[in-house]
Structure formats: C-alpha cells, structure tokens
C-alpha cells in the first residue's frame, strides 16, 4: 500500500511568490519521522526539514515550513518568496518504527521568473 | 571532503562488463544506505548497513552485490546487468536508523546499460 501520497506531479510559482506542496501519509504507529527533501537536476538528494510526530510546533528552517496536521496525517512543505533555484524535484518521506525511510513519488517544481 | 561522496558520477556499461560504484561519507554515521531512482518510478531503497553489517535486502538480483568494508565506505558491485538496470544510483548515510535520523545523500552516479 502507498504510504506517502503526493498528488502534485507538477507545480508552477512565480518568482517571489510562496508555493505549497502536498504529502499526505498513512501510519498507524504514533511515532514516526517526516522529511522533505529537494532534488535538482544534478541529482543530488538535499535535505531539508524535518517533523517528528510529537513535535508540538510545526518546523522551520528559513525560507521551508512544514504544515504539519497530524490529524488529517498531511505534512505540506511551504516554501516562502520563491527562487529561481527552488525549481527541483521535492520529496517527502516517513520513517516509521523499525522500518527504513519510504518516499513519495515527488512533486517538480518550476519557478518562473 | 565533506558530506557524503560517490564516484563515479556518471558510468556508461555494457552487459557483459563488471564495475563498482564507491560511496564514502565523511559524517562518522552508523548506517549507510543504496538506493535506485529510475524515471517515473519512486526511489527504492536496495541495501542497508548498520555497523558495517548488512541489515536488509530488498529482492534486489544477485546482479548487483554490495560490499562494505567500514563504517565510512560503501561499494556496489555490478556484473551482467541489463539495460533496465539503467537509472540513478544514490547512496545516503545517517547517523543511526531511528525515526528521527536524517539520511544525507550523496550526488548518485547515473549508470547506463548498453
């Protein structure tokens, strides 16, 4: 069954502008981690922020935020004033139990200048 | 060096040859990691080390054989593979394999089977 869900297979932003990118996940366990990652066309894997399940607040590191709602098991990535070099794939994924990190299927996102 | 390095970047291969992609992380993690990303397909995880021990083995063919020697450095050996072996290889290291560990990835190397 898929356990990361990213409905967005595209997305377009204008520069400057804030974009949000869906990941929907499904677990059963009550503890799990969540991470986003940025792939550009170098093909390099770029963390960048991570959620865990019983963090009270959600997550930020700069320009990121993670939308975290726990009940609806959703963890949306919010980018703010949009780059040019934000254009990348991203990927969320969960890790969960003993269990090794599964990924979703990515969102690419282009930044128009 | 910092991070996590893999080498080569890119290899171009025929079926009949035998090559190693190297991976080293300059991290002091416990576990590190293979992965294959191939086009329109989610990244799938092949192999897992924890402590220089193998930990997990995802169906992955015989064709492909990982070694690892130390805590630092990975390799994948490769030996009659196909075209449809063709994709990105990346691996990724962290500092254990608990819920809240990060992995960090290094750039892949893109491999083509001819």
């Known amino acids: 069954a898929q356990k990361i869900t990213q409905t967005q297979p595209g997305m377009f932003v204008q520069e400057k502008e804030a974009v949000t990118l869906d990941c929907t996940y499904d677990?059963?366990?009550?503890?799990?981690?969540l991470f986003w990652y940025k792939q550009p066309s170098s093909g390099e894997m770029i963390f960048l922020i991570y959620?865990?399940?019983?963090?009270?607040q959600n997550a930020t590191e700069g320009r990121y935020s993670l939308n975290f709602q726990k009940a609806r098991k959703s963890a949306n990535l919010v980018i703010s004033a949009s780059q040019l070099g934000d254009s990348a794939m991203y990927f969320c994924a969960m890790r969960e139990g003993g269990d090794d990190m599964r990924f979703g299927a990515g969102t690419r996102l282009t930044v128009k200048p | 060096e910092t991070g996590v390095t893999q080498t080569p970047r890119h290899l171009v291969m025929g079926m009949t040859n035998k090559k190693s992609l190297k991976c080293e992380q300059h991290?002091?993690?416990?576990?590190m990691y293979w992965y294959k990303q191939s086009a329109k397909k989610p990244l799938e995880l092949m192999f897992v080390y924890n402590f220089k021990e193998q930990t997990e083995n995802n169906s992955v063919p015989s064709r492909f054989s990982p070694e690892c020697p130390n805590s630092s450095h990975l390799f994948l050996h490769l030996h009659t593979l196909q075209p449809e072996d063709s994709a990105l290889y990346l691996c990724a290291s962290s500092q254990d394999r608990t819920k809240t560990d990060t992995q960090y990835f290094g750039p892949g190397t893109r491999l083509t089977v001819l």
């Open positions: 959620q865990g399940s019983y963090d009270q």
């Open positions: 991290l002091g993690h416990n576990a």
């Open positions: 677990t059963s366990d009550p503890s799990y981690g």
